[in-house]
């Protein structure tokens, strides 16, 4: 079993490796050519976790009207979670060009794949990311009274799974209990916690993956990204499910996802929607007529809501 996996995860990531190229479709979705992003500064390849490793770096732009500091979205790509070396793929031609636009720091990381760790690794490195950015803030002009978390695809799924874990260092779902900090750079010390999460079709209850159409596969991502199969461990894959952490006083969140979409189903945009409702999270959630993983995803509407969200969220907090 451990062969068949291993060999699915490297034919799985060379199939999104592939559609994540400019103008690509797959499982890192469209991305768009990044021709035109303008941008004052860019920071490149810088290690957030104090080791040599490429899957620990960052990239940090900054928006071209000159700002004293800069409130900041982390932006992390979508790949399955089977890519480590995404972040110069990570909608900087849409999502992140309309951040930078509205006058957002915009720091796109890499993290551990499946293939390098288990979760919760990639939860750790986003966590590490969003401390580093605390810590280092005056060398790159960062306003940390604001970070924002979003992300596609499985960056939507770490985007909201940060935001819905915020303030939380450790959880026990049934038989599973959970270390969602973890210990990764050298600022440990400082807080983790976000102010807003962006989600872009992530997928968000990981026990039913199967709740609408969507792709047919023997061994899917988060079974390789787990290690374990669902019907052996089920609250095994609740520790990996934003909805299992969410609760009255989580930050506000926005949510695209495509009604046609055939990788992450459109299902779970709406479960997403349904449970930050439940539990009385401010929310916004915008099913995408006709837009598929990625496709069609990307409108000026769309970003224009974005960017107005992440507006009304830093206000809110004046």
């Not at 941008?39 to 957030?48: A, G, L, P």
């Not at 945009?269 to 539990?279: H, P």
Request: net charge negative.
């Amino acid at each position: 079993m451990k062969k068949l996996i291993l060999s699915f995860a490297v034919a799985l990531f060379a199939i999104s490796a592939n559609a994540q190229m400019p103008g690509g479709f797959g499982f890192g979705g469209q991305q768009i050519s990044a021709e035109d992003m303008h941008y004052s500064k860019k920071f490149s390849d810088i290690n957030y976790a104090a080791d040599n490793d490429a899957f620990h770096t960052l990239d940090i732009y900054l928006p071209e009207k000159k700002q004293d500091k800069y409130p900041v979205v982390i932006h992390i790509y979508g790949s399955a979670w089977f890519s480590n070396s995404s972040k110069g793929m990570a909608d900087l031609g849409t999502i992140c060009t309309a951040l930078l636009k509205a006058g957002y720091a915009v720091v796109t990381p890499n993290h551990r794949s499946s293939m390098d760790a288990k979760y919760p690794a990639q939860i750790h490195d986003i966590k590490a990311v969003i401390r580093f950015v605390r810590a280092k803030a005056a060398d790159y002009n960062l306003d940390t009274t604001f970070i924002a978390t979003s992300g596609f695809s499985s960056g939507g799924h770490l985007s909201s799974l940060a935001a819905a874990t915020s303030g939380t260092k450790t959880a026990t779902i049934g038989t599973e209990t959970i270390d969602l900090e973890g210990s990764v750079g050298l600022y440990t010390d400082h807080s983790s916690q976000v102010n807003a999460a962006v989600d872009w079709s992530g997928p968000i209850d990981l026990l039913h993956m199967d709740c609408g159409e969507g792709m047919k596969m023997d061994v899917s991502p988060e079974e390789v990204l787990l290690g374990v199969k669902k019907e052996d461990n089920p609250d095994r894959y609740k520790t990996l499910s934003p909805i299992s952490y969410l609760d009255a006083d989580d930050v506000p969140f926005i949510v695209f996802h495509g009604t046609v979409d055939n990788v992450v189903p459109f299902c779970q945009g709406e479960i997403f929607a349904r449970a930050l409702q439940d539990k009385g999270v401010k929310h916004e959630f915008y099913p995408v007529e006709g837009g598929g993983h990625g496709f069609n995803m990307y409108t000026e509407e769309n970003l224009t809501r974005m960017v107005t969200f992440l507006n009304n969220a830093r206000e809110a907090q004046k």
